[in-house]
């Protein structure tokens, strides 16, 4: 057999693991992770590669009811995905109970034309003996290709998971080079590793109404990096927040988040953040556009 490759669609929950898994399986962190419901907003390829074959992994945000546009752009851009993949990681979180939302999910996969992994991720925090019942009520829900028990942040069976997707990869080309990890931009990875810090910093209270925008982004000749960021909120009181007692919270999340972009981009940072009001702006399709979030 000649060189395979192929497309794998994350498909799942909110907080089901699935950036998790897309950062463990390509070995660098390419995707933000919280414990925010809904924290992944953009569609995300991450890319894997060996010799005689090529994984390509479509991180989608979590699959929820949308209560605003982003929402809805958000369910809409994981649902497109299924059209896009030679195969599905539909990851469920194995500490939850099994509810409505997985069931419209199960539905939908129905449909689909291509083998679909079922993952019960997060099987580090189960006991054994309640994983094997498991196993047997999702085996009678749908005609899953497998069912894979995982943990997406310590790696266990990940590799016998990355096996089985394997022997379903057809003969295709090598779509990205070689060296090439994801086709996002830095200036967005630096822009979401800036949202992740905010959202961790802030906690309750304005993690949803966060929208980060690189303006800026230029090397000087002595290789340090120089990124202009806006963090956009839906109101004055989230300003203030984010902002922090003299600039505080704000400090820390500029700390933070260039200690990251420095060890992705393997040089000295010089990072720049504002916080701006722009009221409703996820209901407001132009705002999203401007946002580069649709």
Request: a neutral charge; proline letters at 4%.
């Amino acid at each position: 057999m000649g060189h395979r490759s192929g497309f794998a669609a994350l498909i799942g929950r909110p907080n089901a693991g699935k950036s998790t898994l897309l950062n463990y399986l390509i070995g660098q962190k390419i995707a933000i992770v919280t414990d925010k419901a809904q924290t992944t907003r953009n569609r995300i390829v991450g890319i894997l590669s060996h010799e005689e074959w090529q994984l390509v992994f479509i991180d989608t945000p979590g699959i929820y009811k949308p209560k605003d546009m982003l929402g809805r752009k958000m369910v809409e851009t994981a649902m497109n995905a299924l059209n896009e993949a030679d195969l599905v990681y539909y990851l469920v979180d194995a500490a939850k109970e099994y509810g409505a939302g997985e069931a419209f999910i199960i539905k939908r996969l129905k449909e689909a034309k291509v083998p679909v992994f079922l993952l019960l991720n997060k099987v580090d925090a189960l006991k054994r003996e309640e994983l094997l019942p498991m196993i047997d009520f999702f085996r009678g829900l749908a005609d899953f290709k497998a069912i894979v028990p995982i943990s997406a942040l310590t790696g266990e069976n990940v590799d016998a998971l990355l096996e089985e997707t394997l022997s379903c990869l057809p003969e295709g080309p090598r779509y990205y080079p070689g060296d090439s990890v994801t086709d996002q931009p830095e200036r967005v990875i630096a822009a979401e590793l800036i949202r992740e810090k905010a959202m961790t910093a802030a906690r309750d209270e304005v993690p949803y109404s966060v929208a980060v925008l690189v303006e800026q982004m230029t090397t000087r000749e002595n290789g340090l990096v120089d990124i202009y960021a806006v963090l956009f909120v839906e109101r004055e009181s989230q300003k203030g927040i984010l902002i922090g007692k003299k600039g505080g919270m704000l400090k820390q999340i500029g700390v933070q988040s260039r200690q990251e972009i420095e060890s992705l981009l393997g040089t000295r940072v010089n990072l720049q953040l504002r916080v701006k009001l722009r009221e409703g702006w996820r209901n407001n399709e132009g705002q999203l556009r401007n946002l580069e979030l649709v």
